[in-house]
């Protein structure tokens, strides 16, 4: 019974267990970034992370809208275009957002590192799109090993300073493409012919793009709420070991969290099918994600005072580093949690809902930072800025609910 179950799905257990092991490397590379320079010098970095954060947004969602149609398109030639005009997007912003990021963080003198990371990371994302619809599990792992593992080399080998670091930063994000395209080039280009891609451009544009901006809207949301605090911290310019602390804590974090993102991925297309064909499901899913959120966080509070010791072991630099990953994990698990009405909205085509939601929820957080950090002492940023946070996604956690049972159920 255990071996059949574990042959059906070989493939998403491969997927996983190198999905870990990519952000195990990618966590092992951040955390030797930030031992290798001070707390000041990663908190100046931080622009630079940030700027890669959403710098995947100039695609307007064009990779969510990807799997939304491929996966409900039955004529096999429109799944061929889908695959075709994504590409194609991909590739247009890949540019502009090149170009974009030389001129708007000049400044910067690893600018035009930063620029290549945004840009052939959309090109990167854009093949992980194509294997990811056609069920290519293993060639989604090759792409994101052979990326992160040339990373982890050059880091070890060459890196001794932040205009290194986003320079093999950027070298192996181009590698990583390069071996996406590799694996993507004949399911994209399969059949093209040009007539028929502007033909079927010209009668799906208008659709595409629409659903993109909502898709995009709402992918948006989660690293907005991740990351809002830190943009907040780099506009009033707090000191920089401040944001140098509060950046390595989200990036741990992220690390951590991503391993839980990796497994929405998987579980998303399924979830969309069952909520469609029974609305029920939908307090199922509720019942199980508040348990699996509730059994994470007992466990960092029992881990803290471990995780106390061995951060001040590895990271003697970073003042109250423990106190701020355990705030930011539950915030992510919280984050993470708003997949189950994300999935609903989307699910019932009513992203309208969820995004409007949430753009409050956003404003509300917003509003509350600046006037605390107007007001607030450095021991203030550090011991209250995440609870806030956490308290106003837990409010939308509420009104979203209560909308689901309004509206759907």
């Known amino acids: 019974m255990l071996k059949s179950k574990i042959l059906k799905h070989k493939a998403y257990i491969f997927y996983t267990f190198f999905k870990y092991l990519e952000y195990g490397i990618l966590a092992l590379i951040f955390m030797s970034f930030a031992n290798l320079v001070t707390p000041e010098e990663y908190g100046r970095a931080s622009i630079g992370f940030q700027v890669v954060t959403y710098s995947a947004f100039i695609v307007m969602g064009v990779n969510q809208v990807l799997l939304k149609h491929y996966s409900l398109e039955e004529n096999e030639k429109l799944k061929t275009f889908y695959l075709q005009y994504n590409f194609a997007y991909n590739l247009i912003a890949c540019l502009f957002s090149v170009f974009l990021i030389s001129v708007l963080f000049s400044s910067k003198e690893y600018v035009v590192f930063l620029s290549l990371i945004c840009g052939v990371k959309l090109i990167l994302e854009s093949s992980i799109a194509t294997n ?34 986003f320079k093999y930063w950027s070298y192996s994000i181009i590698f990583g493409a390069c071996v996406g395209v590799l694996l993507s080039f004949k399911s994209v280009f399969k059949g093209f012919s040009i007539k028929g891609f502007k033909k079927a451009l010209k009668q799906s544009f208008g659709l595409l793009f629409n659903d993109g901006i909502k898709l995009a809207l709402i992918s948006l949301i989660s690293p907005l709420f991740s990351t809002l605090n830190i943009i907040c911290l780099n506009i009033f310019k707090v000191d920089s070991a401040v944001i140098g602390n509060f950046q390595l804590a989200d990036n741990i974090a992220n690390m951590v969290s991503l391993g839980g993102a990796s497994i929405l991925f998987i579980v998303f297309p399924d979830v969309i099918k069952q909520i469609s064909k029974d609305k029920s499901k939908i307090q199922l899913f509720y019942k199980v994600g508040f348990k699996v959120v509730v059994l994470c966080i007992i466990a960092l509070i029992v881990l803290y005072y471990p995780l106390k010791e061995a951060l001040l072991y590895f990271f003697p630099e970073y003042e109250k580093l423990s106190y701020l990953i355990l705030f930011t994990l539950i915030s992510r698990l919280l984050i993470l949690l708003l997949f189950i009405p994300n999935s609903v909205w989307i699910t019932f085509s009513k992203e309208k809902i969820y995004i409007q939601s949430s753009v409050v929820g956003v404003s509300i957080m917003a509003i509350i930072f600046v006037v605390f950090l107007k007001n607030a002492s450095i021991d203030d940023v550090y011991n209250y800025f995440l609870i806030f946070q956490i308290i106003v996604i837990i409010g939308l956690h509420i009104y979203l609910k209560r909308k689901i049972n309004q509206s759907i159920l």
């Open 132 to 165: 990811r619809v056609k069920g290519n599990m293993v060639n989604i792992n090759i792409i994101y090993i052979s990326y992160s593992l040339l990373f982890l080399l050059l880091f070890f080998t060459l890196v001794t300073n932040v205009f290194e670091f």
